[in-house]
Nanobody, 129 residues
Framework: QLQLVESGGGLVQPGGSLRLSCATS????????IGWFRQAPGKKREFVAA????????YYADSVKGRFTISRDGARNTVYLQMSSLESADAAVYYC??????????????????????WGQGTPVTVSS
């Protein structure tokens, strides 16, 4: 059974950094696109970052580009989201997601929440002084 378990969320000051982890199990993560979405209270869930399975093409939301980095550690079956220069607008519950292997190469296929079949339970990030 495919599982995604996030960790690493917590309280961080504005301008600080945090690294989220997503432990994957039950599937060969290298064959799947993996990403991160987030949802702040009272707001819609939004795309953050995603990494395709085939050679590492990566997508980022404009709001996090240059500040967040998605990466994988195949040996540990773990996906990371390194976040830096955090702002209050980054406060949200962050979800790790995975997508069944596909031949679809459109950007939409890797940035729309309904394209991802598997979701973790989420880990909260609070940005406050």
């Amino acid at each position: 059974q495919l599982q995604l378990v996030e960790s690493g969320g917590g309280l961080v000051q504005p301008g600080g950094s945090l690294r989220l982890s997503c432990a994957t199990s039950g599937f060969t993560a290298d064959a799947y696109a993996i990403g991160w979405f987030r949802q702040a209270p009272g707001k819609k869930r939004e795309f953050v970052a995603a990494n395709r399975k085939d050679g590492g093409l990566t997508y980022y939301a404009d709001s996090v580009k240059g500040r967040f980095t998605i990466s994988r550690d195949g040996a540990r079956n773990t996906v990371y989201l390194q976040m830096s220069s955090l702002e209050s607008a980054d406060a949200a519950v962050y979800y790790c997601v995975a997508k069944n292997p596909t031949f679809d190469t459109s950007v939409y296929a890797y940035t729309d929440q309904y394209e991802f079949e598997y979701w973790g339970q989420g880990t909260p990030v609070t940005v406050s002084s």
